[in-house]
Structure formats: C-alpha cells, structure tokens
T-cell receptor, first 107, second 113 residues
Framework: GENVEQHPSTLSVQEGDSAVIKCTYS??????FPWYKQELGKGPQLIID?????GEKKDQRIAVTLNKTAKHFSLHITETQPEDSAVYFC??????FGTGTSLTVIP | DGGITQSPKYLFRKEGQNVTLSCEQN?????MYWYRQDPGQGLRLIYY???????QKGDIAEGYSVSREKKESFPLTVTSAQKNPTAFYLC????????????FGSGTRLTVV
C-alpha cells in the first residue's frame, strides 16, 4: 500500500503566526490528497482537499499545496487562532493516513 | 440533519468475548469504512464497503468482521481472535469509493477489561 509520512508530529505556534504541516507519499499514481482536523474525543473532519490536476487550493485561512514531482503536499494555516489547536491528518488517495500533527496555538 | 452515528461511545469487553460496534449513516453515501486509531499510529483501515453486500479487507482486518446488508449500516464485530482490541474505532462514509473525502462518526472507544 501507500506509505505516507507526516511532519512534524507536534507543532506549537504563537497566535497570529502561520503553521505548516508537510506530508510525503510514495505512489506517484495517487491523485487525491485530503486534510482532516480532529479535536479531542471527536472524529476527524475534512477541512480541505486537493486533486492532482491543481497545484494549490485555498479556503480562507487554510491552503494546501501539492508538488507531484517531489511527491509531497503541505497544509498552511495563516493567522492562527486558539481554536485551530487540534490534531491534523493528511491522507492520500482516500485510504491512507499520515500519523498526525498535534498543533497547539498559544494565545 | 444528515450524518453518521456510531454507538456506543464507550464499550468495555471481557477477554474472549466478541463485541459489535454500530455505524449508521443517513447521507445516502455508497461507501463506508472502519478505521482503528491508536496513539502515534494515525488511522489504519480495517474494512471498507463500496456497495451493499460487498466489502473488502483493509490493512489490519485480522480479528475483525463486518457486514453490509443495508446501505445505511456497516457494523463491525471485534472477535476474540483480535489480540489487542483496545483502541478508538472510527467509522466513515463517502459518496463514492474512489477519491472523495470522508464524513466520520464520533468514534467508539473500546477497552478490554
């Protein structure tokens, strides 16, 4: 199956700063790259996704960039707020998930 | 409101017992999935189903069984053959089985006592 690596595993930022989480994958045929946010005790929630025919997608303060040649994609959160604190997971081709990044936004 | 419901939220099982986790969706999604979540290991796929009466094994299917008799329902049975069943179990659905985002349930935390 697909091998998905996610970094960093933990990330702390000051409120208002930006946060970047990166994932790499192994199968060059993969075409779909979603990101999920999981709050404590809850199921993950889809926050943004990108398909291989585009290089970047933005939705308000969050954006995802994709580099198919290098086989990596990244989640960018700008102007972070305390409510952004959660665990973020990348996924590849729907089935395969990264190991998660615990983001803490310090007020 | 449309959504996906997992029950119970917490479940305790004695060693050697089978236990069934419920998952119901009213989103009219074709595909349903079961994942297991352990600390530091992300989400690992147990089983998935693309249509009624059909399902496929994921990466860690051993010790688990599923059924898909109705489009809305995809129960997971954790059997006594599963050596380390204590975990957080997540059910999800998607409109189609290929390259569409998931809607997740709120999870069931299973503990073996």
């Amino acid at each position: 199956g697909e091998n998905v690596e996610q970094h960093p595993s933990t990330l702390s930022v000051q409120e208002g700063d930006s946060a970047v989480i990166k994932c790499t994958y192994s199968d060059s045929a993969s075409n779909y790259f979603p990101w999920y946010k999981q709050e404590l005790g809850k199921g993950p929630q889809l926050i943004i996704d990108i398909r291989s025919n585009v290089g970047e997608k933005k939705d308000q303060r969050i954006a995802v960039t994709l580099n198919k040649t290098a086989k990596h994609f990244s989640l960018h959160i700008t102007e972070t707020q305390p409510e952004d604190s959660a665990v973020y997971f990348c996924a590849v081709s729907q089935f395969y998930f990264g190991t998660g990044t615990s983001l803490t936004v310090i007020p | 409101d449309g959504g996906i419901t997992q029950s119970p939220k917490y479940l305790f099982r004695k060693e050697g017992q089978n236990v069934t986790l419920s998952c119901e969706q009213n989103l009219n999604h074709d595909a349903m999935y079961w994942y297991r979540q352990d600390p530091g290991q992300g989400l690992r796929l147990i089983y998935y189903s693309q249509i009624v009466n059909d399902f496929q094994k994921g990466d860690i299917a051993e010790g688990y069984s599923v059924s898909r008799e109705k489009k809305e329902s995809f129960p997971l049975t954790v059997t006594s053959a599963q050596k380390n069943p204590t975990a957080f179990y997540l059910c999800a659905s998607s409109i189609y089985a290929s390259d569409y985002g998931y809607t997740f349930g709120s999870g069931t935390r299973l503990t073996v006592v």
